[in-house]
């Protein structure tokens, strides 16, 4: 499998010939590898179309004798399996729920040769998101239903565009889903280079407003849920477009 592969690949370059000879009997370090990434999948959580939770916190269960002998290699070994654990993560689509975090652990309930992994996404034990708008070089938090945008010093994000309406464009956003609606400007709003009326919102999308860009992100929040999310936003204006 090309995790393994690479695993073994990256061991031999951190650790030196004498390592193989180390784990001729116990668990191996692939073996590790393997039980983090089947339990990456399985706790694998689909919270929306395009947004795949996994676990960001793993307990690895060795035995002592297991323990004692990976831990003899320092830090190189939790360097590879970080690393490992993020390509997957990338090759799947899967996003980290905080920050990733692998701690080896003795246990005397394990068998020499056997490994147990516990995982965990927060210290809560949940994930919530929040979408953020960022133009030049300033981060926008959408804490409200509705966040308007334009010229005018009403708007909740002002840009200084001459291209720009007073109240140009409106993001809305339910804490899950975000659309992008024009207000009637007089130049229009593009996303992606694409003039639109209204449409969907998705991370990573660029809005277009006379000559200035602004990024659409979503992102998750190893917290509580958030005041004032914008939870009075209808479901219905998701719906298909006219």
Known sequence: MGLLDSFEKGLERAVNSAFARTFRSGIQPVEIASALRREIDTKAAVVSRDRIIVPSTFLVHLSTED???????????????????????????????????????????????????????????RVTWQAVITTGGQRHLLTGARTVIGRGSDADITIADAGSSRKHAEVLWDGEHAMLRDLGSTNGTKLNGQ??????????????????????????VSQGPRGGGGGDVPTRMFGAMP
């Open 67 to 125: 323990a004692a002998a990976m831990h003899g290699l320092g830090s190189a070994l939790i360097d590879e399996l970080n690393t490992l654990v993020r390509k997957h993560a990338a090759d799947q689509g899967y996003s980290f729920a905080g920050p990733l975090n692998i701690d080896l652990e003795a246990d005397d309930r394990i068998a020499t040769g056997t490994v147990r992994v516990e995982s965990s996404s927060t210290p809560q034990g």
């Open 195 to 220: 003039r639109i009326r209204e449409a969907q919102l998705q991370s990573g999308m660029v809005i277009t407003i006379g000559r200035t860009d602004l990024s659409f992100q979503v992102v998750p």
